[in-house]
Protein backbone atom coordinates (compact mmCIF):
# COMPACT_ATOMS: atom_id res chain seq x y z
CA UNK A 1 0.00 0.00 0.00
CA UNK A 2 1.43 3.76 -0.89
CA UNK A 3 1.69 6.19 1.54
CA UNK A 4 -1.34 7.85 -0.27
CA UNK A 5 -3.29 4.90 -0.12
CA UNK A 6 -2.58 4.75 3.65
CA UNK A 7 -3.36 7.41 4.65
CA UNK A 8 -6.57 7.57 2.78
CA UNK A 9 -7.35 4.27 4.81
CA UNK A 10 -6.84 5.51 7.91
CA UNK A 11 -8.45 8.89 7.70
CA UNK A 12 -11.55 7.35 6.40
CA UNK A 13 -11.32 5.00 10.01
CA UNK A 14 -10.71 8.24 11.70
CA UNK A 15 -13.34 9.70 10.25
CA UNK A 16 -15.88 7.21 11.49
CA UNK A 17 -14.74 7.50 14.53
CA UNK A 18 -15.56 10.93 14.68
CA UNK A 19 -18.64 10.38 12.96
CA UNK A 20 -20.37 7.40 15.16
CA UNK A 21 -23.13 8.68 16.75
CA UNK A 22 -23.25 8.48 20.17
CA UNK A 23 -25.73 5.70 23.00
CA UNK A 24 -24.30 2.81 24.91
CA UNK A 25 -20.57 2.31 24.88
CA UNK A 26 -20.14 5.92 23.75
CA UNK A 27 -17.39 7.67 26.05
CA UNK A 28 -14.63 5.06 26.75
CA UNK A 29 -14.35 1.37 27.04
CA UNK A 30 -12.03 0.54 29.75
CA UNK A 31 -10.51 -2.98 29.64
CA UNK A 32 -7.91 -4.86 31.59
CA UNK A 33 -4.50 -3.66 29.89
CA UNK A 34 -3.57 -7.34 29.44
CA UNK A 35 -6.64 -7.47 27.23
CA UNK A 36 -5.80 -4.26 24.98
CA UNK A 37 -2.02 -4.77 24.29
CA UNK A 38 -3.14 -8.31 22.81
CA UNK A 39 -6.15 -6.69 21.08
CA UNK A 40 -3.24 -4.28 19.70
CA UNK A 41 -1.19 -7.07 18.75
CA UNK A 42 1.28 -4.95 20.51
CA UNK A 43 4.00 -7.61 20.68
CA UNK A 44 4.13 -9.17 17.09
CA UNK A 45 4.01 -5.53 16.00
CA UNK A 46 7.39 -5.41 18.48
CA UNK A 47 8.84 -8.26 16.71
CA UNK A 48 7.88 -8.58 13.16
CA UNK A 49 6.75 -4.88 12.06
CA UNK A 50 3.31 -4.02 11.19
CA UNK A 51 3.69 -2.65 7.74
CA UNK A 52 1.53 -0.35 5.80
CA UNK A 53 -1.51 -3.22 5.88
CA UNK A 54 -1.14 -3.60 9.70
CA UNK A 55 -1.03 -0.45 10.41
CA UNK A 56 -4.75 0.23 9.47
CA UNK A 57 -5.43 -3.17 11.09
CA UNK A 58 -3.43 -1.82 14.13
CA UNK A 59 -5.68 1.69 13.71
CA UNK A 60 -8.91 -0.09 13.87
CA UNK A 61 -8.15 -2.16 17.45
CA UNK A 62 -6.78 1.50 19.07
CA UNK A 63 -10.06 3.58 17.99
CA UNK A 64 -12.11 0.31 20.10
CA UNK A 65 -10.31 1.81 23.34
CA UNK A 66 -9.67 5.27 22.57
CA UNK A 67 -11.79 7.89 24.77
CA UNK A 68 -14.55 9.76 22.84
CA UNK A 69 -13.85 13.09 24.18
CA UNK A 70 -16.36 14.53 21.15
CA UNK A 71 -19.10 12.48 22.44
CA UNK A 72 -22.23 14.07 23.63
CA UNK A 73 -21.69 12.42 27.25
CA UNK A 74 -18.26 13.07 27.44
CA UNK A 75 -17.71 15.39 30.40
CA UNK A 76 -14.80 14.40 32.52
CA UNK A 77 -11.85 16.43 31.65
CA UNK A 78 -10.76 19.45 30.69
CA UNK A 79 -9.22 18.31 27.12
CA UNK A 80 -10.59 19.52 24.54
CA UNK A 81 -12.42 17.17 22.43
CA UNK A 82 -11.20 16.91 18.28
CA UNK A 83 -11.15 19.75 16.29
CA UNK A 84 -10.16 19.14 12.40
CA UNK A 85 -8.11 22.48 12.30
CA UNK A 86 -5.76 21.17 15.13
CA UNK A 87 -6.13 17.77 13.68
CA UNK A 88 -4.66 19.33 10.24
CA UNK A 89 -1.79 20.31 12.07
CA UNK A 90 -0.95 17.27 13.61
CA UNK A 91 -0.68 15.87 10.24
CA UNK A 92 1.17 18.10 8.97
CA UNK A 93 3.55 18.66 11.75
CA UNK A 94 3.58 14.43 11.86
CA UNK A 95 4.76 14.50 8.53
CA UNK A 96 6.86 17.04 8.36
CA UNK A 97 8.58 16.97 12.02
CA UNK A 98 9.81 20.43 12.32
CA UNK A 99 10.82 20.85 16.39
CA UNK A 100 11.20 24.32 15.92
CA UNK A 101 12.42 25.79 19.34
CA UNK A 102 15.27 27.29 17.27
CA UNK A 103 14.33 29.29 13.70
CA UNK A 104 16.88 27.10 11.32
CA UNK A 105 14.34 23.86 12.66
CA UNK A 106 11.44 25.26 11.14
CA UNK A 107 11.10 28.90 10.01
CA UNK A 108 7.39 28.80 9.47
CA UNK A 109 6.56 27.10 12.49
CA UNK A 110 8.83 29.53 14.53
CA UNK A 111 7.20 32.58 12.65
CA UNK A 112 3.47 30.99 13.45
CA UNK A 113 4.39 31.16 17.80
CA UNK A 114 5.99 34.39 17.41
CA UNK A 115 3.14 35.88 15.89
CA UNK A 116 0.49 33.73 17.76
CA UNK A 117 2.19 35.07 21.12
CA UNK A 118 1.98 38.15 19.72
CA UNK A 119 -2.00 37.87 19.41
CA UNK A 120 -2.26 36.53 22.57
CA UNK A 121 -0.23 39.16 24.13
CA UNK A 122 -2.31 41.80 22.64
CA UNK A 123 -5.43 39.83 24.16
CA UNK A 124 -4.21 40.14 27.44
CA UNK A 125 -3.61 43.91 26.72
CA UNK A 126 -0.29 43.88 26.40
CA UNK A 127 2.49 46.15 24.14
CA UNK A 128 3.75 43.24 21.15
CA UNK A 129 7.27 43.33 19.91
CA UNK A 130 7.43 43.65 15.97
CA UNK A 131 9.24 41.44 13.80
CA UNK A 132 12.89 39.92 15.24
CA UNK A 133 14.28 42.05 11.91
CA UNK A 134 12.83 45.54 12.83
CA UNK A 135 13.34 45.76 16.73
CA UNK A 136 14.12 48.97 17.89
CA UNK A 137 16.03 49.16 20.70
CA UNK A 138 14.90 49.90 23.90
CA UNK A 139 11.25 48.85 23.19
CA UNK A 140 9.95 47.88 26.74
CA UNK A 141 7.64 45.01 25.22
CA UNK A 142 5.32 41.57 26.34
CA UNK A 143 6.88 38.65 25.08
CA UNK A 144 5.79 34.40 25.96
CA UNK A 145 6.84 31.13 24.82
CA UNK A 146 4.72 28.55 23.86
CA UNK A 147 5.72 25.00 26.12
CA UNK A 148 4.29 21.61 26.43
CA UNK A 149 1.64 22.24 28.95
CA UNK A 150 0.47 23.96 31.99
CA UNK A 151 2.24 22.17 34.56
CA UNK A 152 5.21 22.66 32.48
CA UNK A 153 3.82 27.00 31.78
CA UNK A 154 3.72 27.12 35.77
CA UNK A 155 7.21 25.94 36.28
CA UNK A 156 8.51 28.01 33.65
CA UNK A 157 7.00 31.15 34.33
CA UNK A 158 7.70 30.31 38.54
CA UNK A 159 11.49 29.89 37.50
CA UNK A 160 11.58 33.62 35.74
CA UNK A 161 9.69 35.11 38.63
CA UNK A 162 12.28 33.51 40.59
CA UNK A 163 15.65 34.59 38.35
CA UNK A 164 14.20 38.40 39.18
CA UNK A 165 13.58 37.96 42.31
CA UNK A 166 17.19 36.62 43.12
CA UNK A 167 19.39 37.38 40.46
CA UNK A 168 22.35 35.26 41.40
CA UNK A 169 19.81 32.02 41.68
CA UNK A 170 21.65 29.91 39.21
CA UNK A 171 25.08 30.95 40.65
CA UNK A 172 24.12 30.09 44.44
CA UNK A 173 21.08 28.59 44.39
CA UNK A 174 17.78 28.94 46.54
CA UNK A 175 18.20 31.79 49.31
CA UNK A 176 16.41 29.84 51.94
CA UNK A 177 13.75 32.74 52.61
CA UNK A 178 12.15 32.33 48.98
CA UNK A 179 8.71 31.47 49.34
CA UNK A 180 5.68 30.93 47.14
CA UNK A 181 1.79 32.11 48.24
CA UNK A 182 -1.13 31.01 46.71
CA UNK A 183 -4.67 29.65 47.54
CA UNK A 184 -5.47 26.11 48.99
CA UNK A 185 -6.95 25.16 45.76
CA UNK A 186 -4.40 26.28 43.34
CA UNK A 187 -3.74 23.55 40.68
CA UNK A 188 -1.56 20.84 42.17
CA UNK A 189 1.42 21.83 39.38
CA UNK A 190 1.96 24.78 41.40
CA UNK A 191 3.23 22.98 44.55
CA UNK A 192 4.66 20.49 42.37
CA UNK A 193 6.83 23.26 41.07
CA UNK A 194 7.61 24.77 44.12
CA UNK A 195 9.26 21.09 44.97
CA UNK A 196 10.99 20.91 41.64
CA UNK A 197 12.66 24.74 42.58
CA UNK A 198 13.81 23.08 45.27
CA UNK A 199 11.30 24.75 47.89
CA UNK A 200 10.07 22.70 50.62
CA UNK A 201 6.16 22.47 51.61
CA UNK A 202 6.79 25.33 54.50
CA UNK A 203 7.58 27.38 51.93
CA UNK A 204 4.17 27.58 49.91
CA UNK A 205 2.30 29.81 52.48
CA UNK A 206 -1.36 29.36 51.68
CA UNK A 207 -3.95 32.72 51.53
CA UNK A 208 -6.98 32.70 53.17
CA UNK A 209 -10.13 32.40 50.03
CA UNK A 210 -13.81 32.44 50.08
CA UNK A 211 -16.49 30.20 50.15
CA UNK A 212 -15.33 29.46 46.43
CA UNK A 213 -11.78 29.24 46.99
CA UNK A 214 -10.89 31.73 45.33
CA UNK A 215 -8.73 34.73 46.78
CA UNK A 216 -9.53 37.60 48.72
CA UNK A 217 -8.14 41.19 49.04
CA UNK A 218 -7.98 40.21 52.97
CA UNK A 219 -6.79 36.96 52.20
CA UNK A 220 -3.74 37.85 50.36
CA UNK A 221 -2.94 41.22 52.35
CA UNK A 222 -2.47 38.94 54.97
CA UNK A 223 -0.50 36.69 53.29
CA UNK A 224 1.95 39.04 52.04
CA UNK A 225 1.89 40.94 55.26
CA UNK A 226 2.99 37.03 56.76
CA UNK A 227 5.38 36.77 54.87
CA UNK A 228 6.94 40.29 54.90
CA UNK A 229 7.33 40.03 58.66
CA UNK A 230 8.71 36.30 58.89
CA UNK A 231 11.41 38.08 56.60
CA UNK A 232 10.49 35.69 53.42
CA UNK A 233 11.22 36.62 50.10
CA UNK A 234 8.34 35.87 47.94
CA UNK A 235 9.09 34.23 44.27
CA UNK A 236 5.36 35.28 43.28
CA UNK A 237 1.76 35.21 44.39
CA UNK A 238 -0.10 32.68 41.99
CA UNK A 239 -3.58 33.81 41.18
CA UNK A 240 -6.41 31.47 39.35
CA UNK A 241 -8.68 31.76 36.58
CA UNK A 242 -10.67 29.40 36.89
CA UNK A 243 -9.88 26.88 39.67
CA UNK A 244 -9.63 23.13 38.48
CA UNK A 245 -12.11 22.28 40.77
CA UNK A 246 -14.87 24.45 40.56
CA UNK A 247 -13.89 26.88 37.79
CA UNK A 248 -14.03 30.16 40.47
CA UNK A 249 -12.14 32.87 38.93
CA UNK A 250 -9.80 35.24 41.04
CA UNK A 251 -10.37 38.97 41.32
CA UNK A 252 -7.47 39.81 39.68
CA UNK A 253 -8.01 43.32 39.56
CA UNK A 254 -8.30 43.65 43.51
CA UNK A 255 -5.04 41.46 43.98
CA UNK A 256 -2.96 42.53 41.63
CA UNK A 257 -2.44 46.30 43.19
CA UNK A 258 -1.76 44.60 46.84
CA UNK A 259 1.01 42.60 44.62
CA UNK A 260 2.77 46.12 43.09
CA UNK A 261 2.39 47.72 45.97
CA UNK A 262 4.55 44.61 47.87
CA UNK A 263 6.41 44.33 44.99
CA UNK A 264 5.66 41.02 44.63
CA UNK A 265 5.31 39.08 41.07
CA UNK A 266 1.62 37.99 40.04
CA UNK A 267 1.61 35.41 38.46
CA UNK A 268 -2.34 34.04 36.92
CA UNK A 269 -2.96 30.65 35.93
CA UNK A 270 -5.36 30.81 33.27
CA UNK A 271 -4.80 27.32 32.07
CA UNK A 272 -8.42 27.05 31.75
CA UNK A 273 -10.12 30.45 31.92
CA UNK A 274 -7.34 32.09 29.56
CA UNK A 275 -10.62 31.18 26.30
CA UNK A 276 -12.33 33.64 27.95
CA UNK A 277 -10.28 36.54 26.98
CA UNK A 278 -11.54 35.87 23.47
CA UNK A 279 -15.45 36.71 24.21
CA UNK A 280 -16.24 40.35 24.14
CA UNK A 281 -19.07 39.15 26.63
CA UNK A 282 -16.41 36.75 29.02
CA UNK A 283 -13.56 38.40 29.12
CA UNK A 284 -15.02 40.42 32.51
CA UNK A 285 -13.91 37.25 34.06
CA UNK A 286 -10.24 37.77 33.72
CA UNK A 287 -10.25 41.76 34.60
CA UNK A 288 -7.24 42.70 36.23
CA UNK A 289 -5.17 40.14 34.21
CA UNK A 290 -3.34 42.60 32.29
CA UNK A 291 -1.76 43.84 35.71
CA UNK A 292 -0.14 40.22 35.96
CA UNK A 293 3.95 39.81 35.55
CA UNK A 294 3.16 36.43 34.08
CA UNK A 295 -0.10 34.62 32.76
CA UNK A 296 -0.49 30.57 31.66
CA UNK A 297 -3.10 29.86 29.38
CA UNK A 298 -3.72 26.43 27.80
CA UNK A 299 -4.32 26.31 24.15
CA UNK A 300 -5.78 22.25 25.03
CA UNK A 301 -8.30 23.23 27.63
CA UNK A 302 -10.79 25.81 26.06
CA UNK A 303 -9.28 26.46 22.61
CA UNK A 304 -10.06 23.81 20.93
CA UNK A 305 -6.57 22.53 19.75
CA UNK A 306 -5.01 18.90 20.62
CA UNK A 307 -2.61 18.26 23.75
CA UNK A 308 -0.49 19.54 24.29
CA UNK A 309 -0.21 23.26 23.83
CA UNK A 310 0.41 25.77 26.29
CA UNK A 311 1.08 30.08 26.52
CA UNK A 312 3.40 31.45 28.67
CA UNK A 313 3.25 35.06 28.47
CA UNK A 314 5.04 37.56 30.60
CA UNK A 315 4.03 41.37 30.98
CA UNK A 316 8.22 42.14 30.63
CA UNK A 317 10.06 41.01 27.82
CA UNK A 318 13.06 41.44 30.06
CA UNK A 319 12.00 38.90 32.69
CA UNK A 320 10.84 36.50 29.81
CA UNK A 321 14.12 36.43 28.33
CA UNK A 322 16.26 36.11 31.42
CA UNK A 323 14.54 33.29 33.28
CA UNK A 324 17.01 30.62 32.29
CA UNK A 325 20.71 31.18 31.81
CA UNK A 326 22.18 27.74 30.54
CA UNK A 327 23.74 27.99 27.39
CA UNK A 328 24.98 25.67 24.63
CA UNK A 329 27.68 26.49 22.64
CA UNK A 330 26.03 24.31 19.09
CA UNK A 331 22.82 25.99 19.65
CA UNK A 332 23.67 29.52 21.32
CA UNK A 333 26.19 31.99 19.52
CA UNK A 334 25.42 35.27 17.34
CA UNK A 335 24.29 34.87 13.83
CA UNK A 336 23.46 36.58 10.45
CA UNK A 337 21.14 34.53 9.62
CA UNK A 338 17.21 36.01 10.07
CA UNK A 339 14.68 34.70 12.76
CA UNK A 340 14.40 33.87 16.43
CA UNK A 341 15.20 31.10 18.72
CA UNK A 342 12.94 30.39 21.56
CA UNK A 343 15.25 28.26 22.99
CA UNK A 344 16.47 30.60 25.60
CA UNK A 345 12.54 31.09 26.74
CA UNK A 346 11.90 27.19 27.56
CA UNK A 347 12.95 24.58 29.65
CA UNK A 348 12.47 22.28 26.78
CA UNK A 349 15.77 22.10 24.20
CA UNK A 350 13.43 20.30 21.38
CA UNK A 351 9.77 21.85 20.67
CA UNK A 352 6.96 20.74 19.05
CA UNK A 353 5.73 23.07 16.98
CA UNK A 354 3.02 24.02 18.58
CA UNK A 355 1.85 27.42 17.53
CA UNK A 356 0.85 25.17 14.24
CA UNK A 357 -1.45 23.59 16.66
CA UNK A 358 -3.17 26.41 17.94
CA UNK A 359 -2.98 28.95 14.71
CA UNK A 360 -4.76 25.94 12.68
CA UNK A 361 -7.86 25.57 15.72
CA UNK A 362 -8.25 29.49 15.11
CA UNK A 363 -8.46 29.98 11.76
CA UNK A 364 -10.30 26.49 10.92
CA UNK A 365 -13.34 28.75 11.58
CA UNK A 366 -12.02 31.68 12.89
CA UNK A 367 -11.55 32.72 16.71
CA UNK A 368 -15.26 34.09 16.45
CA UNK A 369 -16.49 30.88 16.21
CA UNK A 370 -14.37 29.55 18.90
CA UNK A 371 -15.47 32.65 21.09
CA UNK A 372 -18.96 31.37 20.47
CA UNK A 373 -17.85 27.78 21.32
CA UNK A 374 -16.29 29.04 24.96
CA UNK A 375 -19.69 31.05 25.70
CA UNK A 376 -21.70 27.78 25.05
CA UNK A 377 -20.01 26.08 27.27
CA UNK A 378 -20.72 28.22 29.65
CA UNK A 379 -24.32 28.79 29.21
CA UNK A 380 -24.84 25.07 29.09
CA UNK A 381 -23.52 24.87 32.21
CA UNK A 382 -25.39 27.31 33.72
CA UNK A 383 -28.34 25.45 32.68
CA UNK A 384 -27.41 22.30 34.11
CA UNK A 385 -26.92 24.14 37.58
CA UNK A 386 -30.54 25.84 37.33
CA UNK A 387 -32.00 22.40 36.69
CA UNK A 388 -29.86 21.10 39.70
CA UNK A 389 -31.55 24.24 41.72
CA UNK A 390 -35.05 23.04 40.70
CA UNK A 391 -34.53 19.87 41.13
CA UNK A 392 -35.28 18.21 44.86
CA UNK A 393 -33.33 15.73 44.13
CA UNK A 394 -29.85 17.08 43.67
CA UNK A 395 -27.72 20.27 45.07
CA UNK A 396 -24.86 21.77 43.60
CA UNK A 397 -21.63 23.54 44.98
CA UNK A 398 -21.68 26.54 43.88
CA UNK A 399 -23.24 28.56 40.62
CA UNK A 400 -20.86 28.13 37.87
CA UNK A 401 -18.63 30.94 36.54
CA UNK A 402 -17.06 28.98 33.73
CA UNK A 403 -18.03 25.29 32.78
CA UNK A 404 -17.11 23.66 35.07
CA UNK A 405 -19.91 22.45 37.60
CA UNK A 406 -19.44 20.47 40.79
CA UNK A 407 -22.73 18.42 42.40
CA UNK A 408 -24.64 15.39 43.60
CA UNK A 409 -27.60 13.85 44.45
CA UNK A 410 -29.52 14.15 47.68
CA UNK A 411 -29.54 10.73 48.15
CA UNK A 412 -26.86 8.46 48.78
CA UNK A 413 -24.56 10.69 50.08
CA UNK A 414 -21.23 9.40 49.85
CA UNK A 415 -21.89 7.10 47.06
CA UNK A 416 -20.38 9.64 44.45
CA UNK A 417 -16.97 7.48 43.08
CA UNK A 418 -19.22 4.79 42.87
CA UNK A 419 -21.59 6.66 40.86
CA UNK A 420 -19.27 7.89 38.38
CA UNK A 421 -17.52 4.16 38.00
CA UNK A 422 -21.08 3.09 37.61
CA UNK A 423 -21.36 5.40 34.72
CA UNK A 424 -18.52 5.37 32.97
CA UNK A 425 -18.95 1.42 32.97
CA UNK A 426 -21.92 1.75 31.24
CA UNK A 427 -20.14 4.31 28.84
CA UNK A 428 -22.72 6.89 28.00
CA UNK A 429 -21.49 9.31 30.50
CA UNK A 430 -18.08 10.48 31.49
CA UNK A 431 -17.67 12.60 34.56
CA UNK A 432 -15.46 12.88 37.01
CA UNK A 433 -15.30 13.44 41.19
CA UNK A 434 -13.47 16.14 43.12
CA UNK A 435 -12.86 17.10 46.45
CA UNK A 436 -14.43 20.87 47.17
CA UNK A 437 -14.73 22.65 50.83
CA UNK A 438 -14.20 18.49 52.05
CA UNK A 439 -16.46 17.14 50.82
CA UNK A 440 -16.89 14.83 47.31
CA UNK A 441 -18.86 16.02 44.20
CA UNK A 442 -19.61 14.66 41.02
CA UNK A 443 -17.68 17.46 38.75
CA UNK A 444 -18.48 17.79 35.02
CA UNK A 445 -16.45 19.95 32.77
CA UNK A 446 -18.81 20.97 29.41
CA UNK A 447 -16.72 21.19 26.52
CA UNK A 448 -18.19 18.93 23.50
CA UNK A 449 -19.76 20.80 20.94
CA UNK A 450 -22.19 17.66 20.77
CA UNK A 451 -23.63 17.75 23.96
CA UNK A 452 -26.93 20.13 24.79
CA UNK A 453 -29.70 20.48 27.17
CA UNK A 454 -30.79 16.95 26.23
CA UNK A 455 -27.76 15.50 26.99
CA UNK A 456 -27.74 17.27 31.06
CA UNK A 457 -31.35 16.12 31.36
CA UNK A 458 -30.37 12.41 30.39
CA UNK A 459 -27.67 12.53 32.57
CA UNK A 460 -29.62 13.97 35.40
CA UNK A 461 -32.08 11.41 35.05
CA UNK A 462 -29.84 8.44 34.92
CA UNK A 463 -28.07 9.89 38.21
CA UNK A 464 -31.69 10.05 39.90
CA UNK A 465 -32.63 6.50 39.40
CA UNK A 466 -29.29 5.02 40.07
CA UNK A 467 -28.93 7.04 43.89
CA UNK A 468 -29.50 4.78 45.98
C1 LIG B 1 -6.03 25.69 36.53
C2 LIG B 1 -5.07 24.67 35.99
N1 LIG B 1 -3.77 24.93 35.99
C3 LIG B 1 -2.86 24.06 35.52
C4 LIG B 1 -3.26 22.83 35.01
C5 LIG B 1 -2.23 21.87 34.50
O1 LIG B 1 -2.21 21.90 33.13
P1 LIG B 1 -1.69 20.65 32.26
O2 LIG B 1 -2.67 19.55 32.48
O3 LIG B 1 -1.68 21.19 30.87
O4 LIG B 1 -0.31 20.31 32.77
C6 LIG B 1 -4.62 22.51 34.99
C7 LIG B 1 -5.07 21.21 34.48
O5 LIG B 1 -6.18 20.81 34.61
C8 LIG B 1 -5.54 23.46 35.50
O6 LIG B 1 -6.87 23.20 35.51
Not at 90 to 99: E, F, K, M, T, Y
Not at 256 to 266: D, E, I, M, S
Request: proline share 5%; aromatic share 8%.
Amino acid sequence: MSIEKLNAVLSAQLERFIAEPGGRGATVHLAPMGEIAGDLGLQQGLREGLGEDGVACFLQSYLRYATRLHSDGFFAHQTAPPNPGSAAAALIDGRVSNPMAIFEMGPAASTIEYALINHLLTLVGWPTPGWPEQRQPGEQVAAGVLVHGGSLGTLTALVAARTRVQADVWDRGNDPRLCLICAEGAHYAVQRAAGIMGLGRSQVIFAASDHRGALTEDGVAAALTRAAEEGRIPIALIATACSTSVGAFDPLDRIAPLCHQAGVWLHVDAAHGGAALISPVLRERLKGIELADSVVWDAHKMMRTGPLCTAVLYRDERACNAAFEQEASYLFHDKALPGFDFLHRAIECTKSAMGLKWYLALAWEGEAAIARYVERCFALTRYAWERIEADPDFEAALAPEANILCFRPLRGAGAELRLRDQLINEGRFHLSTTLFAGQRWLRIVLMSPQTDERTIDQLLERLRQEAP
